[in-house]
Protein backbone atom coordinates (compact mmCIF):
# COMPACT_ATOMS: atom_id res chain seq x y z
CA UNK A 1 0.00 0.00 0.00
CA UNK A 2 1.07 3.43 -0.58
CA UNK A 3 -0.31 6.88 0.78
CA UNK A 4 0.07 10.27 -1.34
CA UNK A 5 1.95 12.68 0.82
CA UNK A 6 0.35 15.96 1.41
CA UNK A 7 2.59 19.14 1.62
CA UNK A 8 1.26 19.79 4.57
CA UNK A 9 1.19 16.79 5.90
CA UNK A 10 3.89 16.60 8.77
CA UNK A 11 3.51 14.80 12.00
CA UNK A 12 1.57 16.77 14.81
CA UNK A 13 1.42 16.46 18.59
CA UNK A 14 -1.02 14.34 18.61
CA UNK A 15 1.12 11.69 17.49
CA UNK A 16 2.77 11.49 20.88
CA UNK A 17 2.58 8.19 22.17
CA UNK A 18 0.45 6.97 25.28
CA UNK A 19 3.19 6.75 28.37
CA UNK A 20 3.34 3.97 30.22
CA UNK A 21 4.97 3.39 33.97
CA UNK A 22 8.29 5.37 34.48
CA UNK A 23 10.07 2.25 35.38
CA UNK A 24 9.63 0.46 32.37
CA UNK A 25 10.54 3.78 29.69
CA UNK A 26 14.52 4.80 29.61
CA UNK A 27 16.25 8.02 29.16
CA UNK A 28 18.85 9.25 27.27
CA UNK A 29 21.00 12.04 24.69
CA UNK A 30 21.12 11.43 21.46
CA UNK A 31 23.97 13.76 20.72
CA UNK A 32 25.19 14.84 16.82
CA UNK A 33 22.05 13.24 15.00
CA UNK A 34 22.87 13.38 11.01
CA UNK A 35 19.71 12.31 8.50
CA UNK A 36 20.70 12.44 4.84
CA UNK A 37 17.54 12.21 3.37
CA UNK A 38 17.51 10.70 -0.18
CA UNK A 39 14.32 11.07 -2.57
CA UNK A 40 13.93 7.80 -4.88
CA UNK A 41 11.44 5.98 -7.07
CA UNK A 42 8.46 4.30 -4.13
CA UNK A 43 8.24 0.99 -6.28
CA UNK A 44 12.23 0.37 -5.08
CA UNK A 45 11.09 0.54 -1.15
CA UNK A 46 7.30 -1.03 -1.19
CA UNK A 47 8.90 -4.30 -2.28
CA UNK A 48 10.61 -4.20 0.32
CA UNK A 49 7.80 -3.77 3.25
CA UNK A 50 5.12 -5.63 4.89
CA UNK A 51 1.67 -5.40 3.48
CA UNK A 52 0.27 -3.42 6.26
CA UNK A 53 2.34 -0.49 6.72
CA UNK A 54 1.63 2.17 4.25
CA UNK A 55 4.78 3.84 2.70
CA UNK A 56 4.10 7.49 1.91
CA UNK A 57 5.09 8.87 -1.12
CA UNK A 58 4.79 12.07 -3.74
CA UNK A 59 5.05 13.07 -6.70
CA UNK A 60 8.50 13.87 -8.39
CA UNK A 61 9.33 16.89 -10.84
CA UNK A 62 9.48 14.23 -13.90
CA UNK A 63 6.02 12.81 -12.55
CA UNK A 64 7.18 9.47 -10.87
CA UNK A 65 6.05 8.28 -7.38
CA UNK A 66 9.00 8.78 -5.15
CA UNK A 67 9.87 8.37 -1.30
CA UNK A 68 12.20 9.29 1.03
CA UNK A 69 14.57 6.95 2.68
CA UNK A 70 16.90 8.45 5.21
CA UNK A 71 20.70 7.39 6.75
CA UNK A 72 21.05 8.72 9.97
CA UNK A 73 23.76 8.07 12.72
CA UNK A 74 23.78 9.59 16.50
CA UNK A 75 25.29 8.78 19.67
CA UNK A 76 22.74 7.43 22.40
CA UNK A 77 24.76 8.99 25.21
CA UNK A 78 23.69 7.75 29.05
CA UNK A 79 21.04 5.89 28.54
CA UNK A 80 19.15 4.21 31.70
CA UNK A 81 16.07 3.46 33.35
CA UNK A 82 14.25 6.94 34.18
CA UNK A 83 14.03 5.75 37.57
CA UNK A 84 17.25 5.70 38.27
CA UNK A 85 20.77 7.39 37.27
CA UNK A 86 22.76 4.08 36.88
CA UNK A 87 23.85 2.12 35.21
CA UNK A 88 24.07 3.99 31.98
CA UNK A 89 25.32 2.90 28.65
CA UNK A 90 26.58 4.86 25.96
CA UNK A 91 27.09 4.06 22.35
CA UNK A 92 26.87 5.01 18.75
CA UNK A 93 24.23 4.08 16.01
CA UNK A 94 23.22 4.02 12.55
CA UNK A 95 19.89 3.47 11.43
CA UNK A 96 18.25 2.57 7.91
CA UNK A 97 14.72 3.75 7.41
CA UNK A 98 11.82 4.72 5.43
CA UNK A 99 8.43 6.59 6.34
CA UNK A 100 5.56 5.03 6.99
CA UNK A 101 1.69 4.77 8.87
CA UNK A 102 0.32 1.98 10.10
CA UNK A 103 -3.20 3.08 11.63
CA UNK A 104 -3.38 6.20 12.97
CA UNK A 105 0.55 6.32 13.88
CA UNK A 106 2.93 8.24 11.87
CA UNK A 107 6.40 6.68 12.04
CA UNK A 108 9.15 5.14 10.71
CA UNK A 109 10.15 1.57 8.80
CA UNK A 110 14.15 0.41 10.02
CA UNK A 111 15.27 -1.44 7.28
CA UNK A 112 18.69 -2.06 8.95
CA UNK A 113 21.23 -0.54 11.97
CA UNK A 114 24.65 -0.99 12.95
CA UNK A 115 25.90 -0.66 16.69
CA UNK A 116 29.33 -0.45 18.13
CA UNK A 117 29.13 -2.34 21.44
CA UNK A 118 28.03 -5.95 22.00
CA UNK A 119 25.53 -4.62 24.81
CA UNK A 120 23.74 -2.57 22.58
CA UNK A 121 24.11 -5.51 19.30
CA UNK A 122 22.24 -7.58 21.26
CA UNK A 123 19.53 -5.37 22.21
CA UNK A 124 19.03 -4.42 19.01
CA UNK A 125 19.20 -7.46 17.51
CA UNK A 126 16.63 -9.25 19.22
CA UNK A 127 13.89 -6.40 18.15
CA UNK A 128 15.46 -5.80 14.28
CA UNK A 129 16.69 -8.09 11.16
CA UNK A 130 19.66 -6.20 10.13
CA UNK A 131 21.23 -5.62 12.88
CA UNK A 132 25.11 -5.60 12.87
CA UNK A 133 27.90 -5.06 15.36
CA UNK A 134 29.98 -2.10 13.49
CA UNK A 135 33.48 -0.30 13.89
CA UNK A 136 32.93 3.10 14.10
CA UNK A 137 35.28 5.87 13.19
CA UNK A 138 33.35 9.34 14.10
CA UNK A 139 34.71 12.87 13.79
CA UNK A 140 32.96 16.10 14.13
CA UNK A 141 33.77 19.66 14.30
CA UNK A 142 31.61 22.82 15.58
CA UNK A 143 31.91 26.44 15.21
CA UNK A 144 29.46 29.23 15.79
CA UNK A 145 27.89 28.50 12.53
CA UNK A 146 27.20 24.94 12.84
CA UNK A 147 29.38 21.79 12.23
CA UNK A 148 32.01 22.83 9.92
CA UNK A 149 33.40 18.94 9.91
CA UNK A 150 30.74 15.77 9.62
CA UNK A 151 32.29 12.05 9.26
CA UNK A 152 31.47 8.69 9.54
CA UNK A 153 32.47 5.50 8.83
CA UNK A 154 30.74 2.21 10.35
CA UNK A 155 32.30 -0.96 8.60
CA UNK A 156 30.81 -4.19 9.08
CA UNK A 157 32.60 -6.54 7.49
CA UNK A 158 32.73 -6.33 3.99
CA UNK A 159 29.50 -3.42 4.41
CA UNK A 160 30.34 -0.03 5.11
CA UNK A 161 28.36 3.42 5.05
CA UNK A 162 30.80 6.44 5.52
CA UNK A 163 30.66 10.46 4.77
CA UNK A 164 31.75 13.63 4.97
CA UNK A 165 29.59 16.62 5.36
CA UNK A 166 29.39 20.21 6.83
CA UNK A 167 25.80 21.68 8.23
CA UNK A 168 25.32 25.23 8.68
CA UNK A 169 22.66 26.93 7.18
CA UNK A 170 19.18 27.07 8.24
CA UNK A 171 17.03 24.10 6.26
CA UNK A 172 14.69 25.42 3.59
CA UNK A 173 11.65 24.12 1.66
CA UNK A 174 12.58 20.84 -0.42
CA UNK A 175 10.08 18.86 -2.79
CA UNK A 176 7.44 18.68 -1.90
CA UNK A 177 7.78 20.33 1.27
CA UNK A 178 6.54 24.43 1.16
CA UNK A 179 8.58 25.64 3.86
CA UNK A 180 11.20 24.00 6.02
CA UNK A 181 9.53 23.56 9.17
CA UNK A 182 7.01 20.81 7.26
CA UNK A 183 10.66 19.52 5.98
CA UNK A 184 12.35 19.10 8.89
CA UNK A 185 9.62 18.06 11.04
CA UNK A 186 7.95 14.91 8.41
CA UNK A 187 11.61 14.07 8.32
CA UNK A 188 12.88 14.61 12.49
CA UNK A 189 9.49 14.17 14.04
CA UNK A 190 8.76 10.42 13.70
CA UNK A 191 7.48 8.54 17.40
CA UNK A 192 6.65 5.11 16.23
CA UNK A 193 9.30 2.89 14.51
CA UNK A 194 8.21 -0.50 13.16
CA UNK A 195 10.57 -3.35 12.54
CA UNK A 196 10.94 -6.94 11.51
CA UNK A 197 12.65 -9.18 14.31
CA UNK A 198 14.71 -12.24 13.65
CA UNK A 199 12.21 -14.30 14.88
CA UNK A 200 10.02 -13.21 11.87
CA UNK A 201 7.48 -11.28 13.77
CA UNK A 202 7.01 -7.15 13.66
CA UNK A 203 7.44 -4.57 16.79
CA UNK A 204 6.25 -1.33 17.09
CA UNK A 205 8.64 1.13 19.32
CA UNK A 206 7.70 4.09 20.87
CA UNK A 207 10.22 7.13 21.60
CA UNK A 208 9.23 10.66 22.73
CA UNK A 209 10.91 13.82 22.31
CA UNK A 210 11.05 17.90 21.52
CA UNK A 211 10.59 18.56 17.64
CA UNK A 212 13.86 19.21 16.06
CA UNK A 213 15.57 22.46 15.26
CA UNK A 214 18.37 21.37 13.15
CA UNK A 215 20.94 23.14 10.94
CA UNK A 216 20.93 22.27 7.09
CA UNK A 217 23.97 20.78 6.01
CA UNK A 218 25.76 19.35 2.36
CA UNK A 219 27.32 16.04 1.56
CA UNK A 220 30.21 15.94 0.63
CA UNK A 221 31.04 12.26 0.18
CA UNK A 222 29.42 9.47 0.82
CA UNK A 223 28.80 5.68 1.02
CA UNK A 224 25.32 3.52 1.96
CA UNK A 225 26.34 0.01 1.00
CA UNK A 226 23.06 -1.44 2.47
CA UNK A 227 21.14 0.71 0.52
CA UNK A 228 22.65 -0.67 -2.61
CA UNK A 229 22.27 -3.89 -1.28
CA UNK A 230 18.52 -3.82 -1.17
CA UNK A 231 18.07 -2.58 -4.61
CA UNK A 232 17.14 1.04 -3.22
CA UNK A 233 19.95 3.42 -4.02
CA UNK A 234 22.58 3.61 -6.79
CA UNK A 235 26.08 4.32 -6.30
CA UNK A 236 25.47 7.40 -8.65
CA UNK A 237 22.95 8.31 -6.45
CA UNK A 238 25.09 8.68 -3.48
CA UNK A 239 26.01 12.78 -3.95
CA UNK A 240 22.70 13.94 -4.35
CA UNK A 241 20.50 13.72 -1.49
CA UNK A 242 17.22 15.52 -0.76
CA UNK A 243 18.78 17.06 2.15
CA UNK A 244 20.99 16.75 4.90
CA UNK A 245 19.73 17.68 8.61
CA UNK A 246 22.17 17.65 11.93
CA UNK A 247 20.24 18.13 15.67
CA UNK A 248 23.27 18.92 18.31
CA UNK A 249 21.37 17.27 21.13
CA UNK A 250 17.79 16.29 22.21
CA UNK A 251 16.78 14.62 25.65
CA UNK A 252 14.56 11.26 24.29
CA UNK A 253 12.53 9.04 26.55
CA UNK A 254 12.27 5.16 24.87
CA UNK A 255 9.26 3.16 25.62
CA UNK A 256 9.73 -0.35 24.97
CA UNK A 257 8.15 -2.29 22.13
CA UNK A 258 5.44 -4.39 21.36
CA UNK A 259 4.56 -6.90 19.11
CA UNK A 260 2.31 -5.63 16.22
CA UNK A 261 0.76 -7.71 13.15
CA UNK A 262 2.13 -6.57 10.33
Known amino acids: MTRTLRITDAPDEDQRPNRGPAAIEADGDLENLVMINHAVPAARVQAQLPDKVSLETFEGEDGRELCFITTTCFCNRDL ?12 NQVTFRTYVTYGEAR ?17 QGAMATGTKLARFELDTAKDGRGYSRYSCRARSGAEEVAWLLEATGEPGPIRPFETGYEHVQFIGYRLH ?3 RNPFGFYTHGRIDHR ?18 RLGILDPAEYLSPASVLVEPHIRFTLMPPRPVRL
Open 80 to 91: RWRLTKRPTHTF
Open 107 to 123: GLYFFGTYCDTISSFLW
Open 193 to 195: GFS
Open 211 to 228: KLRPFSGRLLEGRFDLWT
